[in-house]
């Protein structure tokens, strides 16, 4: 079973450190970032 602190704190820290890695210039547009964000995120929220 997740637990929902722990989750919610990796989310938080997932989401907030974009910044520190991101590259406008990179080979991914920030929607695509975003998309497999929010798809990794629903999948290890459904996960047993």
Known sequence: ???IT???YALV???GTVY???D???RLAID???RQYAELALRSLAAR
Do not use: Q
């Open 1 to 3: 079973m997740t637990d």
């Open 6 to 8: 722990v989750a919610t």
């Open 13 to 15: 820290t997932m989401a």
């Open 20 to 22: 520190v890695w991101y």
């Open 24 to 26: 406008p210039d990179g």
């Open 32 to 34: 695509d970032v975003a």
